[in-house]
């Protein structure tokens, strides 16, 4: 089982759904927007998801980090 990280002062919360299929990492930070208005996730905690991908990467993980509305930004663990 994998465990919460802590990853430059930013928590990210690992959930696993149907039945272990779609994993990942998840964590909500401020909604910030760029110059055509669409929200993007604070630059710090995106910072944060890039680095926690890349360690996942060098555990010898596939994953994936993104973001979508409301601040979220995920770092999915791709099969």
Not at 11 to 32: A, K, L, P, T
Not at 47 to 61: C, M, N, P, R, T
């Amino acid at each position: 089982m994998r465990n919460n990280r802590r990853i430059d002062g930013y928590d990210f919360e690992f959930v696993s759904q149907d039945q272990g299929n779609d994993e990942f990492y998840q964590c909500r930070g401020e909604v910030m927007y760029d110059d055509d208005h669409d929200e993007q996730p604070e630059p710090g905690l995106w910072d944060a998801a890039l680095k926690l991908e890349s360690k996942l990467i060098a555990d010898g993980e596939r994953a994936c980090a993104s973001h979508s509305e409301k601040g979220w930004v995920e770092v999915q663990i791709l099969n």
